[in-house]
Nanobody, 115 residues
């Protein structure tokens, strides 16, 4: 069955960086678009970033453009989200997902941006 396991979250000060990692199994990772979605307290799940199966195309939610970078390693079945210049409004549970709505997603990793 599909398994997505995220890690790398934590507490970071505004302006800091984190790198999230998602290890995928149970499906053909290299044939799939992959996504990062997030859910802030009291808010709906929202799209953050997506990457095409060969890694050559990425799309981002407007507020994270030029701060976040989505990457993948198909040889290792791993998805990454490099997050720089973090802001308090980036605080959320972050999930990797097989679809942009996050219907198939992992257990998540918490990112808290606070001084």
């Amino acid at each position: 069955q599909v398994q997505l396991v995220e890690s790398g979250g934590g507490l970071v000060q505004p302006g800091g960086s984190l790198r999230l990692v998602c290890v995928a199994s149970g499906f053909t990772f290299s044939s799939s678009w992959m996504y990062w979605v997030r859910q802030a307290p009291g808010k709906d799940l929202e799209f953050v970033a997506a990457i095409y199966r060969d890694g050559m195309v990425q799309t981002y939610e407007e507020s994270v453009k030029n701060r976040f970078t989505v990457l993948r390693d198909n040889a290792k079945n791993v998805l990454y989200l490099q997050m720089d210049s973090l802001r308090s409004e980036d605080t959320a549970m972050y999930y990797c997902a097989k679809d942009s709505q996050g219907r198939v997603r992992g257990q998540g990793t918490q990112v808290t941006v606070s001084s």
